[in-house]
Nanobody, 123 residues
C-alpha cells in the first residue's frame, strides 16, 4: 500500500504563509495534486503538477497566492501558500494519480490520498 505523508499545516493569521509537503515512497504517477475540504463543504482541487513536465494548474481561488512545486529526487511535492485568507481554512490532502487537472478530476483518476493536514487561517 502506497502512503502519501503530508506535513506543514498549522494556524496562521490572514496574510500569512505556510508551506505544505507531501512525500511518497515512489513517484510514478502522471500528476500530483493538492485538494482541500472545509467543514460542511465538498472536497475541491487546489493545485496540480505534472510529474514529468512540471506543468502546473490552479483553482481560480488560489491563483497568484499558491504555488505547487516538486522535488523528483525526493519524491516530494510542495504547496507554498501566501497571503492566506480565512476562507482557505480547510483540511488539505495530497493525492497522486492519472488526472490532468485536480479541479475536475474524477475519483477513478486518483490512486492514492494522504491523511490530510489542517490549515487554519484567522482574521
Amino acid at each position: 500500500q502506497v502512503r502519501l505523508v503530508e506535513s506543514g499545516g498549522g494556524s496562521v493569521q490572514a496574510g500569512g504563509s505556510l508551506r505544505l509537503s507531501c512525500s511518497a515512497p515512489v513517484y510514478s504517477w502522471r500528476s500530483m495534486g493538492w485538494f482541500r475540504q472545509a467543514p460542511g463543504k465538498e472536497r475541491e482541487g487546489v493545485a496540480t503538477i505534472a510529474t514529468i513536465s512540471d506543468s502546473t494548474l490552479y483553482a481560480d481561488s488560489v491563483k497568484g497566492r499558491f504555488t505547487i512545486s516538486q522535488d523528483n529526487a525526493k519524491n516530494t511535492v510542495y504547496l507554498q501558500m501566501n497571503n492566506l485568507k480565512p476562507e482557505d481554512t480547510a483540511m488539505y490532502y495530497c493525492a497522486a494519480g492519472d488526472f490532468g487537472d485536480c479541479t475536475s478530476a474524477g475519483q477513478d483518476e486518483i490512486n492514492y490520498w494522504g491523511q490530510g493536514t489542517q490549515v487554519t487561517v484567522s482574521s
